[in-house]
């Protein structure tokens, strides 16, 4: 089992829609980001939480220390928004940044 | 938060020959990292860059095949040497800047190897 669980893999939906995307994790972390991968493979920085909640015009993402568990929401999704969406936690352990395989988010006009 | 500069963005390259990928940070940062995300698949940790001293590879990733420099406090280069196109991947590096989990990430360097 990955240490660094995304879901769902893929998904698809017209734009308009709100968006959630989800990211459990196994190990005690320090930080966990949001990282946004556009088709050309470029990478983008999205949010670092280590608590709480963080918006950022139409994403929100929050973070359950607790439960280990955060999500990522996009509210009004448009097909710009098409991309991989990476989640990552700087592991407690060892310091090392694990990461998820990605939600492939795929918005049609 | 640190800014990181990571080129080239992209490349095309043929096998056997050698591409080095620089990152170029705007803040002095201890250590660098590097990671591959071949096609499908995660991010792995190649190896940790310190200045001064030898980068510490990943288990399955050696010195010979991808090389790093960290000439000094804001500066990395990975080389992805002799390429087969089982090296076409992401490459990004990463550095952990103004508080423990602080990261900042360079925008990748697409590579095909043909």
């Known amino acids: 089992k990955n240490e660094v669980e995304q879901s769902p893999q893929n998904l698809t939906a017209q734009e308009g829609e709100f968006i959630t995307i989800n990211c459990s994790y196994s190990?005690?972390?320090?930080?966990l980001h949001w990282l946004q991968q556009h088709p050309g493979g470029g990478i983008v920085s999205l949010f670092m939480?280590?608590?709480g909640k963080k918006k950022h015009g139409r994403l929100i993402a929050t973070i359950n220390i607790q439960e280990k568990h955060s999500s990522l929401h996009i509210t009004a999704s448009h097909p710009r928004d098409s991309a991989v969406y990476i989640c990552?936690?700087?592991?407690?352990?060892?310091?090392?940044?694990?990461f998820g395989k990605g939600t492939r988010l795929h918005i049609l006009p | 938060s640190a800014v990181i500069s990571q080129k080239p963005s992209r490349d095309i390259c043929q096998r056997g020959t050698s591409l080095t990928i620089q990152c170029q940070v705007d803040s002095q940062v201890t250590m660098m990292f590097w990671y591959r995300q071949q096609p499908g698949q995660s991010l792995t940790l190649i190896a940790t860059a310190n200045q001064g001293s030898e980068a510490t590879y990943e288990s399955g990733f050696v010195i010979d095949k991808f090389p790093i420099s960290r000439p000094n406090l804001t500066f990395s280069t990975l080389t992805v040497s002799n390429m087969s196109p089982e090296d076409s991947s992401i490459y990004l590096c990463?550095?952990?800047?103004?508080?423990?989990?602080?990261?900042?990430f360079g925008s990748g360097t697409r590579l095909t190897v043909v």
């Open positions: 990463s550095v952990e800047f103004g508080g423990r989990g602080r990261d900042t």
């Open positions: 190990v005690g972390i320090s930080a």
């Open positions: 939480l280590s608590s």
């Open positions: 990552a936690v700087r592991s407690g352990r060892d310091d090392k940044i694990i």
